[in-house]
């Protein structure tokens, strides 16, 4: 897929930005600045611009979804330079606002979720029809998506400005898209997947296994579990109902047929870190009688995965291997990011970046994806509505008008 990036994009005075600096937030603070850090790179080669940033917080009905005036705060101090918040996004008073912006001025418009219509899915064409589009499109030279975490949604504020302003990707998109892209290339490459969702893990596994990409799929977590409850083991009422809980739109055969075609490929768990009275036990497989929550891999498992880890060129880890919050249940993850460090990783998911976070290892991973839904789908094979129709409108019409 040829998709345009900010080398390509030429020469230009007016820009219009989509990040995503979506943030958890208690009490009007916001608590972590991971992803408002991660554009910086972008916004720091278009800010002798005049730019002019999109962004969304949360969704209606949420208690955190507020206004972006923190952010900008936030995004000013990251910065060490004004970042000026205004609170609509496209009245007359925005427009003038923007018509009047000099080179070197930024100013983040509100969030974009407060507009009725953004979070519609509707087709690039359509979007492009909007108010939204149509207002703010003439203020502008070109259109840069650095928003790659959404890029799997087909909203106005990210697919909607690409028929009618030539769009580009900015640096994070284009650094996540490299690592990723890395992830799929057939080789000598191992997926580690765990955590709550089950649906998630079997997508990555039906994409990788069945297309030669992985040599060897670990499983960890409550997907770990799903498969071992397939093959006949028992886990106890507890841990069976945690299974169910997180089963929504899986179907056992789909699973079993991975298990049958694919079960030299599938590593899983030998033993089980289980809580029982408040104190860790390392039970194997075999011998758990279903008495006890299963809250990490146990120790056996932790050392055979932690081995044979580093072995492969490239590892893509999603998902934890069990409650790595609490320090009697982080060993399995721990040790696996640790081992993939001595790699090429990449390390996927909301919680797991958090976990490399947590146990100080965000240096010694090769890249950690900000992207959750996203990641998911591009490791599975899927579509991603943004890179589709940039890639498509680059090819048709921007790229013959920049003389490209």
Same mark, same amino acid.
């Given at each position: !897929?040829?998709?345009?990036?900010?080398?390509?994009?030429? @020469?230009?005075?007016?820009?219009?930005?989509?990040?995503?600096?979506?943030?958890?937030?208690?009490?009007?603070?916001?608590?972590?600045?991971?992803?408002? =850090?991660?554009?910086?790179?972008?916004?720091?080669?278009?800010?002798? =611009? =005049?730019?002019?940033?999109?962004?969304?917080?949360?969704?209606?009905?949420?208690?955190?979804?507020?206004?972006?005036? /923190?952010?900008?705060?936030?995004?000013?101090?990251?910065?060490?330079?004004?970042?000026?918040?205004?609170?609509? *996004?496209?009245? @007359?008073?925005?427009?003038?606002?923007?018509?009047?912006?000099?080179?070197?001025?930024?100013?983040?418009?509100?969030?974009?979720?407060?507009?009725? /219509?953004?979070?519609? %899915?509707?087709?690039?064409?359509?979007? #492009? %029809?909007?108010?939204?589009?149509?207002?703010?499109?003439?203020?502008?030279?070109?259109?840069?998506?650095?928003?790659?975490?959404?890029?799997?949604?087909?909203?106005?504020?990210?697919?909607?400005?690409?028929?009618?302003?030539?769009?580009?990707?900015?640096?994070?998109?284009?650094?996540? *898209?490299?690592?990723?892209?890395?992830?799929?290339?057939?080789?000598?490459?191992?997926?580690?997947?765990?955590?709550?969702?089950?649906?998630?893990?079997?997508?990555?596994? @039906?994409?990788?296994?069945?297309?030669? *990409?992985?040599?060897?799929?670990?499983?960890?977590?409550?997907?770990?579990?799903?498969?071992?409850?397939?093959?006949?083991?028992?886990?106890?009422?507890?841990?069976?109902?945690?299974?169910?809980?997180?089963?929504?739109?899986?179907?056992? /055969?789909?699973?079993?047929?991975?298990?049958?075609?694919?079960g030299n490929k599938i590593v899983l768990p030998v033993d089980f870190g289980v809580e029982r009275s408040g104190v860790r036990e390392d039970i194997a497989v075999e011998k758990f009688t279903g008495e006890g929550k299963i809250k990490d891999i146990g120790?056996?498992?932790?050392?055979?995965f932690a081995s044979q880890i580093p072995e492969f060129e490239t590892v893509v880890i999603n998902g934890t291997a069990g409650v790595y919050e609490d320090n009697k249940f982080s060993l399995g993850t721990y040790e696996i990011l640790k081992s993939a460090? =001595?790699?090429?990783?990449?390390?996927?998911?909301?919680?797991?970046?958090? #976990?490399?976070?947590?146990?100080?290892?965000?240096?010694?991973?090769?890249?950690?994806?900000?992207?959750?839904?996203?990641?998911?789908?591009?490791?599975?094979? /899927?579509?991603?509505?943004?890179?589709?129709? !940039? #890639?498509?409108?680059?090819?048709?019409?921007?790229?013959?008008?920049?003389?490209?």
């Open positions: !897929m040829d998709l345009p990036t900010l080398d390509d994009a030429g @020469k230009f005075s007016s820009v219009l930005l989509r990040v995503d600096i979506n943030a958890p937030i208690v009490n009007s603070t916001i608590l972590d600045t991971s992803r408002f =850090k991660s554009h910086v790179p972008t916004i720091r080669e278009l800010e002798d =611009k =005049k730019l002019v940033i999109l962004a969304h917080q949360s969704r209606p009905g949420r208690k955190d979804f507020t206004t972006l005036e /923190e952010h900008a705060k936030v995004l000013s101090r990251i910065l060490g330079r004004e970042v000026e918040y205004v609170d609509e *996004i496209f009245s @007359k008073r925005v427009v003038d606002r923007i018509k009047n912006l000099c080179n070197g001025e930024i100013l983040l418009l509100e969030n974009i979720r407060f507009y009725s /219509e953004e979070q519609l %899915e509707r087709s690039a064409e359509e979007h #492009a %029809e909007s108010i939204l589009v149509k207002r703010l499109s003439l203020l502008f030279d070109v259109f840069v998506n650095d928003a790659f975490s959404a890029f799997h949604r087909s909203h106005a504020s990210l697919v909607g400005f690409i028929p009618v302003l030539p769009s580009f990707i900015g640096r994070l998109a284009e650094k996540e *898209i490299n690592a990723l892209s890395r992830a799929l290339k057939p080789g000598r490459t191992a997926f580690v997947l765990g955590g709550a969702k089950i649906k998630d893990p079997i997508k990555v596994m @039906k994409n990788v296994l069945q297309n030669g *990409i992985a040599e060897k799929v670990f499983l960890t977590g409550v997907v770990a579990n799903y498969f071992l409850m397939l093959k006949g083991f028992k886990i106890g009422k507890e841990n069976e109902k945690v299974v169910e809980d997180n089963k929504e739109g899986v179907k056992d /055969e789909e699973a079993r047929l991975l298990l049958e075609k694919f120790v056996e498992t932790v050392n055979e460090s =001595k790699t090429y990783a990449i390390v996927g998911g909301g919680h797991t970046a958090s #976990a490399v976070n947590l146990f100080g290892l965000s240096d010694k991973i090769s890249h950690v994806s900000i992207a959750g839904g996203a990641c998911v789908r591009f490791l599975s094979g /899927e579509k991603l509505p943004v890179l589709e129709k !940039m #890639a498509e409108y680059w090819e048709k019409k921007w790229k013959l008008k920049l003389g490209k």
